[in-house]
């Protein structure tokens, strides 16, 4: 069964940095494209960054370009998101998600979020 | 960027009701679109994906279609586990954008 879980999430300070991790199991980690995205409270959802199945290959929204990175270790099945220079606006539910197949692909699991909260 | 723009943004139905939504990309995606359905405090589930074919252990009442710039949802016989928040989302080029949602209500 593939599972992915997300942890990290926490209430900062804005300018802070915080980093989120993704665990997975049932499924070759290192087969596969993975990605971030997020929903702020009772908002829709956003596409933050997306890694290619090696780590070579990175993409971000123009809103968390600079102050986002993308890693993962596929010697450990998991997937990071480093959260620098966070901003109230930053405040959402964090997914990570797996692509089907390919690094331009849908998704086709999710984990079950992990909440960051940006306040003073 | 490609934007997705979902309509209605809010839609009541009754159960057995057949409800389509759609969703419109600001410039062509050929079929490179995907359907996900969240429900509150879930994550989203993947429905369909390039534009009209359903995701494994689907039911067959979910169906999509069309292609370029405009495309719809359909469940045919609304089911009391179908009310939810629906969303369409290309995957055509990054950056992947999603449309704003579209929440099936009781009537």
């Known amino acids: 069964e593939v599972q992915l879980l997300e942890s990290g999430g926490g209430l900062v300070q804005p300018g802070g940095s915080l980093r989120l991790s993704c665990g997975i199991s049932g499924f070759t980690f290192r087969r596969y494209a993975m990605s971030w995205v997020r929903q702020a409270p009772g908002q829709g959802l956003e596409w933050v960054a997306v890694?290619?199945?090696?780590?070579?290959?990175?993409q971000y929204a123009d809103s968390t370009k600079g102050r986002f990175t993308i890693s993962r270790d596929n010697s450990k099945s998991t997937l990071y998101l480093q959260m620098n220079n966070l901003r109230v606006e930053d405040t959402a539910t964090y997914y990570c998600?797996?692509?089907?197949?390919?690094?331009?692909?849908?998704?086709?699991?999710w984990g079950q979020g992990t909440l960051v909260t940006v306040s003073s | 960027d490609i934007q997705m723009t979902q309509s209605p943004s809010t839609l009541s139905a009754s159960l057995g009701d057949r409800v389509t939504i759609t969703c419109r990309a600001s410039q062509s995606i050929n079929n490179w679109l995907a359907w996900y359905q969240q429900k509150p405090g879930k994550a989203p589930k993947l429905l369909i994906f390039k534009a009209s074919t359903l995701e494994s252990g689907v039911p067959s009442r979910f169906s999509g279609s069309g292609s370029g710039t405009k495309f719809t949802l359909t469940i045919s016989g609304l089911q009391p586990d179908d009310f939810a928040t629906y969303y369409c989302?290309?995957?055509?080029?990054?950056?992947?954008?999603f449309g704003q949602g579209t929440k099936v209500e009781i009537k």
């Open positions: 989302q290309h995957y055509n080029n990054y950056p992947y954008t």
């Open positions: 890694i290619s199945d090696s780590g070579e290959v990175t």
């Open positions: 998600a797996k692509l089907n197949w390919n690094f331009r692909d849908f998704f086709d699991y």
